[in-house]
């Protein structure tokens, strides 16, 4: 993480800020349909509230403000969040402070879900599959271990420079290079998933059916993979292919 946490820049208390961040970690959990995370938001940001002596009118504005409507990807939530109490904290107007949510939680939510979710966690998951066919336990650790420490990195980062450089905490997002390194990670993917193909066709060999020998039951493997990518080509949905799979397992154990 780089060298963010630094003292000239601290203003509020030391635990307050860690309180807030630690919040921010749980704005999933009190999602819904109505508002999205505003809920996760207003709770991030009520440590920033105590000891300010503030009136009850005051203080249902502020909670009237943040309880509007907010969603972005939850890995990124917290940049926004680290923003937010830094400006609240100096006394920016409201509507400026809502606008930078605003203008944030979209873009932050497309470059979370293109990385995140499309293309880190494809790459952790199969990893961790590849070592689950060469029969290692620790497969699934193995993702946690690929998948956690840049999620939790990114939040932690995201929310000191948030906190730090206010309005241009984008900056720090905008460093990162996101959608660059989407690029690349969906390249490892593609290898990875190739050695997954040729890791699952060698393993078929090893159980091998009373009713098959081991080189047939390696092409139907392989035959099964065929399939797969060809069901993916033709726009096949990902269900769809798990129940066919599904299907086919219970027919072959019969």
């Known amino acids: ?87 609240e904290e100096e006394g920016v107007a409201p509507e400026e402070v809502e606008d930078l949510k605003k203008a944030l939680m979209g873009p932050y939510a497309a470059i979370g879900d293109s990385f995140f979710w499309a293309a880190l966690r494809s790459v952790s998951g199969v990893g961790a599959v590849i070592l689950a066919f060469s029969g290692t336990l620790l497969a699934p650790l193995s993702f946690l271990l690929l998948y956690t420490p840049a999620q939790l990195w990114v939040r932690g980062a995201g929310f000191l420079e948030g906190y730090r450089r206010r309005r241009n905490g984008i900056d720090f997002i905008r460093k990162l290079d996101l959608p660059g390194a989407t690029g690349k990670v969906r390249l490892l993917l593609l290898v990875l998933t190739g050695v997954l193909a040729a890791v699952a066709v060698e393993t078929a060999g090893r159980f091998p059916l009373p009713v098959l020998p081991e080189p047939p039951l390696k092409a139907a493997a392989a035959l099964l993979l ?29």
């Open 1 to 87: 993480m780089p060298n963010v946490a630094r003292a000239d820049f601290l203003m509020m208390n030391g635990s307050t800020l860690f309180n807030i961040f630690l919040r921010s970690l749980t704005i999933q959990v009190s999602f819904n349909f109505w508002r999205m995370q505003n809920l996760g938001f207003v709770f991030s940001m009520l440590p920033l509230l105590r000891g300010k002596g503030w009136e009850r009118s005051r203080i249902a504005a502020f909670l009237s403000r943040h309880l509007q409507m907010f969603n972005t990807h939850p890995y990124l939530a917290s940049s926004v969040i680290g923003s937010v109490a830094g400006m």
């Open 226 to 254: 065929l399939l797969i990518f060809f069901a993916i080509r033709k726009g096949i949905s990902q269900v769809g292919i798990l129940y066919g799979i599904a299907i086919i397992c219970v027919v072959v154990s019969f």
